[in-house]
């Protein structure tokens, strides 16, 4: 299983404990479904926070591997390179996927 697919579980998981958790409140329908709004868009600022930290991390990670490493063999730097280029499409797919729901 991929981490992609872990990812979105986990935050779908939540999402639906969330909702599961507001239906079951005692308040009015108004209040959940504003309670519930807010809870999504807070989810999603932080998922997107936290995405957009964790890319910037991979693009230090990247530029040192580019240029600062010695010692690693080409073939090891152009294996993390491209494994780093991978994750980040694979955080971008997740991102978008996030921001479509």
């Known amino acids: 299983m991929s ?3 872990i990812l979105v579980g986990t935050i ?3 999402v639906a404990g969330a909702v599961v958790g507001l239906m079951l409140a005692p308040q009015s329908g108004e209040e959940t479904r504003k309670q519930l709004a807010d809870s999504t868009r ?8 936290w995405t ?16 600062e490493v ?4 080409d073939d090891v730097r152009e294996r993390v390179l491209k494994l780093i280029k991978k994750v980040k ?11 479509e729901a």
């Open 89 to 99: 499409r694979s955080a971008d797919q997740v991102s978008e996927e996030v921001a």
């Open 42 to 49: 807070d989810l999603k600022n932080k998922f997107n926070k």
């Open 3 to 5: 981490a992609k697919h």
């Open 70 to 73: 010695a010692g690693v063999s």
């Open 12 to 14: 779908s998981g939540i």
């Open 52 to 67: 957009e930290k964790s890319l910037e991390e991979l693009d230090d990670l990247q530029e040192v591997f580019k240029s």
